[in-house]
């Protein structure tokens, strides 16, 4: 039982690792694109926009599936900004 348990550990570990290495080699090839038609600075802020952008669709799609998630979510930061007010 723990040694599955422990096997469903490491594979899920292994899965995010290489997705991690997989979105930063992405990032730096999109960096290394641009670089040299826009500058470092220039490539940076793409960069920083489409990571940006990913985030949005990553949370939107979040929301689509599980809409009960998003509104506990929002319903508390509602009420931590109502009761910091009196």
């Known amino acids: 039982m723990i040694e599955k348990?422990?096997?469903a550990?490491?594979?899920l570990a292994a899965i995010w690792a290489l997705t991690?290495?997989?979105v930063s080699a992405a990032g730096f090839a999109l960096f290394v694109?641009?670089?040299g038609p826009l500058g470092p600075a220039g490539a940076a802020g793409v960069l920083a926009l489409v990571a940006g952008l990913?985030?949005?669709v990553t949370a939107g799609t979040l929301a689509v599936k599980n809409p009960k998630v998003i509104a506990a979510a929002l319903s508390a930061f509602l009420a931590g900004r109502?009761?910091?007010r009196h």
């Open 9 to 11: 550990v490491i594979g």
């Open 20 to 22: 991690m290495l997989c």
């Open 5 to 7: 348990a422990l096997t």
């Open 82 to 84: 109502s009761a910091g």
């Open 54 to 56: 990913l985030a949005v």
């Open 33 to 35: 694109l641009l670089a």
